[in-house]
Nanobody, 125 residues
Framework: QVQLVESGGGLVQTGGSLRLSCVLS????????VGWFRQAPGKEREDREF???????????YYADSVNGRHTISRDKATNTAYLQMNSLKPEDTAVYYC???????????????WGQGTQVTVSS
């Protein structure tokens, strides 16, 4: 079973940047992709919004239109860590951000089997 631990969230002003980290442990051989999702205040788990994903082996990223050009996803296989670099942050980016591991590089949260605990990102106006 894969375990994921996020870190790097916090409070930032509009236009600022944050880098989230997601450390994977145990049995990463079965991980095809690591995705990033966010859950805005008042939203349910099934409403988690796709932010982007990256294939673990090849390091190919895919992004949601809402963040494309502002955020960058990368991964370091040597340290089993995935990153979400967020730039030009807006108040509407405020959410709990989750990383997840799964068998496909999908936008659909249901395709990811393992989830981290989430990290809060708050963007002040």
């Amino acid at each position: 079973q894969v375990q994921l631990v996020e870190s790097g969230g916090g409070l930032v002003q509009t236009g600022g940047s944050l880098r989230l980290s997601c450390v994977l442990s145990r049995r990463t051989a079965n991980v095809y992709a690591v995705g990033w999702f966010r859950q805005a205040p008042g939203k349910e788990r099934e409403d988690r919004e796709f932010v982007g994903t990256i294939t673990w082996s090849g390091g190919v990223p895919y992004y949601a239109d809402s963040v494309n050009g502002r955020h960058t996803i990368s991964r370091d296989k040597a340290t089993n860590t995935a990153y979400l670099q967020m730039n030009s942050l807006k108040p509407e980016d405020t959410a709990v951000y989750y990383c997840a591991a799964g068998a496909s590089a999908s936008w659909d949260y249901a395709q990811y089997d393992y989830w981290g605990q989430g990290t809060q990102v708050t963007v002040s106006s």
